[in-house]
């Protein structure tokens, strides 16, 4: 298992809904029901990708994956789209939300950018 980054009293973990196992892969367009998870620490290292267990799940994908996603400490997720249900979810996990196009690699400079960690 992997420990966070820990700056000050803050843990940062990144979930990217991903289309492929690596960080060259785009972020999928669909959060609850992509391939992969990429987890990511607060410095951008890759720590695991994950297969969704939810991706071919009929109902409920959304909050299932942001409960899957928060017993892995994660505190921020990106992907293309979020529905209405996975949204809720994750706030009620106290877990950020961002959308973003591209791949993995360029999402998660980004929002460490805008995190003030690069």
Do not use: W
Request: aromatic content about 6%; hydrophobic content about 40%; charged content about 30%.
């Amino acid at each position: 298992m992997f420990q966070p980054h820990v700056r000050g009293e803050e843990k940062v973990i990144i979930a990217v809904a991903s289309d492929g196992d690596t960080l060259k892969a785009s972020v999928s367009h669909m959060a609850a029901r992509c391939p992969y998870f990429l987890i990511v620490d607060g410095k951008g290292k890759l720590l695991e990708a994950v297969e969704n267990p939810y991706k071919d799940t009929r109902g409920g994908a959304g909050v299932s994956a942001a409960n899957f996603l928060a017993e892995k400490n994660v505190t921020i997720v990106i992907a293309g789209n979020f529905g209405n249900k996975m949204i809720d979810a994750l706030k009620a996990q106290e877990i950020a939300h961002f959308e973003f196009e591209g791949t993995a690699e360029k999402a998660i400079r980004k929002i460490l950018e805008k995190e003030g960690r690069r």
